[in-house]
């Protein structure tokens, strides 16, 4: 059975040593080269085409960075499947690399066993993310699916006497709490109804509620 060729791409040489040492104890799994940074990989990709099968790649290196490397060797090199391994667990770094074309993120402190997982799974052009990344991708979709919320313009201050309309306080209450006029806040309230478009109170409420301003 042929062993996964993989291509180890860190800019720190103790990083490499280690993760090298780790997929080592593998039998399916080869350490064929290593790269200090992005374009060293792409250097050694070109040179030996058809010779690595995964390339576990870091993301912060000098002269070019794991997602721009990512996504170059994405296009270039169609057989090499990438795993990010990393210490960032920021959701744009996570997004940026998946975008980029990796398959999978795993981070550093994920554990031995965890990283000869994650190998295999991306060498058979699969998907894998360790437990706190896939949290990290949930939520970034739960997010980008819920509804935003119209403010229509309203001011900071504006937002806050909108509220305090629609749990049915009167001006004067209002004025109270911001030791202000009610004809300051008649005021405020004319200017709400003008840029939510309505004529009264009442209507103020409805669409307040509707947008989810409040």
Excluded: C, F, W
């Amino acid at each position: 059975m042929q062993k996964i060729r993989t291509l180890l791409v860190d800019d720190h040489k103790i990083v490499r040593d280690g993760i090298k040492s780790i997929l080592d104890h593998d039998k399916e799994i080869q350490v064929v080269a290593e790269a200090e940074n992005g374009t060293e990989a792409i250097k050694y990709l070109e040179n030996n085409n058809g010779n690595i099968d995964v390339a576990i790649m870091d993301i912060s290196m000098p002269e070019l960075n794991g997602i721009d490397a990512t996504e170059i060797i994405s296009k270039l090199h169609k057989n090499v499947n990438i795993l990010a391994l990393t210490m960032h667990s920021d959701e744009s770094y996570i997004l940026n690399m998946i975008k980029a074309g990796a398959l999978g993120y795993i981070l550093k402190d994920s554990g031995g066993q965890k990283l000869i997982e994650a190998v295999k799974t991306v060498a058979n052009g699969d998907k894998y993310y360790s437990n706190e990344v896939s949290v990290k991708m949930i939520n970034s979709i739960l997010n980008a699916n819920k509804p935003k919320k119209e403010t229509s313009d309203l001011t900071a201050k504006e937002m806050e006497i909108l509220k305090h309309v629609v749990e049915g306080k009167t001006n004067k209450d209002i004025g109270k709490l911001y030791n202000i006029s009610s004809r300051t806040i008649e005021t405020h309230r004319r200017n709400i109804m003008k840029k939510l478009n309505v004529s009264n109170t009442a209507g103020m409420v409805a669409t307040a509620l509707k947008k989810k301003l409040v």
